[in-house]
């Protein structure tokens, strides 16, 4: 019988959630954290997704054949990893600029906005790209 691995890498912005994973449009499976799941899946055409809350991934068509060994990979936004740690130590800066010397760093504040305003998009207008399933 086919097998569907699924593999979730671990990033600061989603590490305390779960992915639910959608096969056809129905949830069949929760994925943690630097987690890898394996499924037996009768052979066949399959839209895999993945979704947090409102926001989720773009449709993956797979086909699998009898003996085949699929495996896919989930993880968020690109950039998403590298992202939060940075604007958060960005937001301590300006933070700490602000207070210390009672005056405005306008990169940091400009920066702040950038990294924020990414991520925004991402959980509005962007929500269907917020997770990427690829195939490895």
Do not use: H
């Amino acid at each position: 019988m086919p097998k569907l691995l699924v593999k979730r890498n671990s990033e600061w912005a989603n590490k305390m959630r779960s992915f639910d994973l959608y096969l056809n449009g129905r949830k069949f499976a929760e994925i943690k954290d630097k987690q890898v799941l394996s499924f037996e899946i009768p052979e066949g055409k399959y839209q895999l997704m993945a979704k947090i809350d409102w926001c989720g991934s773009q449709p993956l068509d797979i086909e699998i054949s009898e003996g085949e060994i699929k495996r896919i990979e989930v993880k968020g936004f690109i950039f998403s990893k590298y992202l939060l740690p940075v604007a958060v130590v960005s937001g301590f800066l300006y933070f700490g600029i602000y207070f210390k010397y009672n005056t405005n760093s306008l990169f940091l504040a400009t920066l702040l906005m950038i990294f924020f305003g990414y991520m925004l998009y991402f959980m509005s207008f962007g929500r269907n790209q917020y997770l990427r399933l690829r195939e490895i």
